[in-house]
């Protein structure tokens, strides 16, 4: 390098002129280096401890700065002319000669971070620090597939997973959780497992709460370095056992698309060759449990909602395999209608309030994404809303027309209407609705 070259040449000059110079070796203390992590680049060092390794995580930027030690005395910056000719980073083949330096790799590894000190002797100290980029920890749960639903309940069970990111100079811990609600799964006491090994548990050692049991399962791993450590969790997966006596049965969620809590009244039905074998009410999101059906039989699931009804049906069909619980398709009741704005009468006084009734039987009304705007200026107009009403308040000379724009929770939105307020001495009416290019 060109730079390499230009030490090497004044260090040429520098012995060439030794009667200028005149060291005593005698006089020469040892000298090291020593470097410190620092959160910025003129950040101070005290309190904090010289670096044996760097460990940092793909991506990161840090600062390191290299501090001169004589008889182990900090040499100041602005005296570090008196010891040395010359002192700079080799990183990743660039020579930097600042003693603190900006540093990041972005992919997992290990490297080397070296500095140089050439001395007024042009004796050279190599300083090294290895260097730890971590890959970051993953885990792939194996077996039992999620929803895996043949698993005898007199058999074993064998737990199975993939991990990565574990790096060479890092340990590692694993924790196994099982839990028959999904909601609680991470609050269950774990069990201590090897990282590298399947764990095997006997069926009957579960907890069995039902005649039906699901479980739950995930695993949490751990690495620990000198500097850090960090938890992964694992996807959850499930898991069910086969039913005894050639017996089986349906598991069918049901959700409701963007649900409040409104009052809902759902209705199921089971259907074999078009005729209705079994209904059920629900009035959430649930999952319906279906037994004592036919085995070997295709079946037919409708859903829908009778309170709520801009919910829209919905339908799936299944085949009822003996031993099994097999889990359907999820049922969603959407709403896919428009929310809709219509006069609660045709005139009002000019004393009373303007009030429009929302139409809107599903996913409700979301006044946050609704207003009722004048055209004539494009202001939104302060409303109340209660019951499915919106009240208001206008006074225009003699006629303005108004837009109501609204959405619900589904976030269909409204036509784009317009209504042409009429002002009379004592009464407003309320005339339309009109589209895009009627008014003018």
């Not at 036919?294 to 299944?318: C, G, H, M």
Request: with cysteine.
């Amino acid at each position: 390098m060109r730079t390499m070259a230009i030490i090497f040449s004044l260090l040429c000059l520098l012995s060439a002129c030794s009667e200028d110079v005149l060291l005593n070796t005698n006089d020469t203390k040892k000298i090291t280096n020593e470097f410190f992590l620092i959160p910025k680049e003129n950040s101070s060092l005290a309190e904090r401890k010289p670096l044996d390794s760097l460990f940092i995580q793909p991506a990161e930027t840090l600062f390191i700065r290299a501090v001169a030690k004589a008889q182990e005395e900090i040499i100041p910056a602005n005296e570090l002319g008196k010891h040395f000719f010359v002192r700079y980073w080799a990183y990743k083949g660039f020579m930097l000669n600042e003693e603190s330096i900006r540093v990041l790799w972005n992919e997992p590894g290990t490297d080397t971070l070296c500095h140089y000190s050439i001395d007024l002797l042009g004796d050279t100290l190599k300083t090294c620090l290895p260097v730890f980029i971590n890959s970051t920890p993953s885990i792939q749960l194996l077996s039992p597939e999620n929803a895996f639903n043949t698993i005898n309940p007199t058999d074993s069970i064998l737990f199975q997973w993939k991990i990565s990111g574990q790096d060479s100079l890092e340990t590692s811990e694993c924790e196994i959780y099982l839990n028959q609600n999904k909601k609680d799964l991470w609050l269950t006491k774990p069990k201590q497992i090897d990282c590298n090994t399947p764990f095997k548990i006997l069926a009957n050692d579960l907890n069995n709460s039902s005649d039906y049991p699901l479980y739950f399962w995930g695993i949490k791993f751990k690495t620990f370095s000198q500097e850090n450590s960090e938890n992964v969790f694992s996807e959850i997966n499930s898991f069910r056992f086969t039913l005894p006596d050639s017996s089986a049965a349906f598991v069918v969620p049901i959700r409701y698309e963007a649900s409040r809590n409104y009052a809902k009244n759902g209705e199921l039905y089971v259907l074999l060759k078009d005729s209705i074998v079994n209904k059920y009410t629900f009035h959430s999101d649930t999952s319906i449990f279906i037994s004592n059906l036919n085995n070997n039989k295709n079946y037919k699931f409708i859903v829908q909602e009778t309170l709520r009804t801009d919910y829209e049906k919905d339908s799936t069909l299944a085949f009822l395999e003996k031993n099994l619980i097999t889990t359907t398709d999820t049922l969603i009741l959407k709403d896919n209608t428009p929310p809709e704005a219509m006069p609660l009468k045709e005139s009002f006084s000019k004393n009373d309030s303007i009030r429009f009734l929302a139409l809107e039987n599903g996913s409700g009304f979301n006044a946050l994404h609704s207003a009722i705007i004048l055209e004539n200026s494009k202001d939104t107009i302060p409303y109340k809303f209660k019951n499915n009403q919106f009240a208001f308040t206008l006074d225009c000379e003699s006629s303005c027309k108004i837009a109501i724009h609204l959405e619900d929770n589904a976030k269909n939105k409204s036509p784009k209407k317009f209504w042409k307020l009429q002002f009379t001495e004592k009464n407003i009416f309320v005339l339309g609705p009109y589209f895009a290019g009627d008014l003018e």
